[in-house]
């Protein structure tokens, strides 16, 4: 999904069209093999950081200068961005996302995707890809392509917040299924293929990535970036990438994990999570 989404296809618009006009809804999970499930919830995309799960607010205070969210949805993220002082870009292709940015707030809401952002608009000092937003990379060579495109819009000491799911943890049997046919194709196991829909609304297929810390790892190690801070609540991640040279390793420090907290496992979609 590269391109502004139509009315039609737009079902995580609406859902939060709809939540922020008091009606909540509840959104699926289509995947390609035939697996639907229920995503999660519009109220998680409208949550304050106080009650954001202990890893994220962690990972949030990498969060400095000129700051870029990807797939801002809501704009939890943007918003509490601003209200640190920071400039922010918040860009979604989904429409009805960017009218509830603009409703709540959010300075400079755009309907962009994350492909057409150039030099044109400025350096950034922050990527926020939140909310699985990392996965939308899709694969393995568009996670590296999307890496390096990023270190070219980046300052020199700047930072790509994210987070993700791990593929290999709480995998039930149509998990693991999946993952071996990926193998089988020649994809990475988190790969997924899926659509939202909501009402009669419906998003075209697209392609998700979710990879372990060690996977992310070794696809920061062959473009400008290295992992420089990973929390874990499995299977969720939460990873800060740095350009600068201010860890050696490259493998990143783990800080320690706080009680798990009881959760329904998530395909992993940017719109479920």
């Known amino acids: 999904m590269a391109q502004a989404l139509a009315d039609a296809e737009d079902a995580f618009g609406h859902l939060l069209l709809d939540f922020l006009d008091g009606r909540r809804g509840q959104p699926l999970l289509e995947r390609d093999d035939g697996h639907v499930g229920s995503a999660l919830g519009p109220e998680v995309f409208f949550s304050e950081r106080g009650t954001w799960p202990a890893e994220e607010q962690d990972v949030f205070e990498a969060v400095s200068g000129r700051v870029l969210d990807v797939d801002a949805g809501a704009g939890r993220h943007a918003l509490e961005a601003e209200r640190h002082g920071f400039e922010v870009l918040a860009i979604d292709i989904s429409p009805g996302a960017l009218e509830v940015c603009n409703r709540r707030g959010v300075r400079d809401a755009r309907l962009l995707a994350l492909e057409d952002v150039g030099p044109e608009l400025g350096e950034f000092d922050t990527v926020l890809m939140m909310c699985g937003n990392f996965g939308l990379v899709g694969d393995r060579e568009r996670a590296l392509d ?55 609304r419906v998003t075209p297929w697209y392609d998700l990535l979710n990879v372990s810390a060690q996977e992310l790892a070794e696809l920061a190690k062959e473009t400008r970036w290295h992992v420089e801070l990973v929390r874990e609540d499995p299977p969720d991640i939460y990873a800060v990438l740095a350009k600068s040279a201010r860890t050696a390793c490259g493998r990143g420090r783990a800080l320690p994990r706080r009680a798990r907290r009881p959760r329904a496992r998530s395909t992993g979609s940017p719109r479920t999570r």
Do not use: C, K
């Open 146 to 200: 999307t890496l390096r495109r990023l270190a070219g819009l980046t300052s020199s000491n700047a930072r790509i917040v994210l987070d993700t799911v791990d593929p290999y943890v709480d995998a039930d049997g149509s998990d693991a299924a999946y993952a071996v046919r990926n193998r089988e194709r020649g994809r990475m196991p988190g790969q997924v293929t899926i659509r939202i829909r909501y009402g009669e």
